[in-house]
């Protein structure tokens, strides 16, 4: 079966960075995905990066997380630098088959998420 486990998550100040992880496990997808929910937020996509290496994000992380893939080792990283408060959240990795999807609904697979929490 499918298991997508998150790890990397912590508490950090504004502007410091963090790397999140995430081992796959069962097989493999065409898109990974990352999302994260805020307190009484929807989930909200982040980023986005495919088998072959093309990578999607939200407009809010753009120039500060990257998301990169170690198909040989099922694993995606979420690198995160210069963290705002805003960006405190659960982060989930997803698995999707399609490219590069940005919606909830279009991931068929969720971790259970890590903490990021950000303060000023």
């Known amino acids: 079966q499918v298991q997508l486990v998150e790890s990397g998550g912590g508490l950090v100040q504004a502007g410091d960075s963090l790397r999140l992880a995430c081992a796959a496990s069962?097989?493999?997808?065409?898109?990974m995905g990352w999302f994260r929910q805020a307190p009484g937020k929807e989930r909200e996509f982040v980023a986005a990066n495919s088998w072959v290496g093309n990578t999607a994000y939200a407009d809010s992380v753009k120039g500060r997380f990257t998301i990169s893939r170690d198909n040989a080792g099922n694993m995606v990283y979420l690198q995160m630098n210069r963290l705002k408060p805003e960006d405190t959240a659960v982060y989930f990795c997803?698995?999707?088959?399609?490219?590069?999807?940005?919606?909830?609904?279009?991931?068929?697979?969720w971790g259970q998420g890590t903490q990021v929490t950000v303060s000023s």
């Open positions: 997803a698995a999707a088959a399609g490219r590069l999807p940005r919606t909830v609904s279009s991931y068929d697979y």
């Open positions: 069962g097989r493999a997808f065409y898109s």
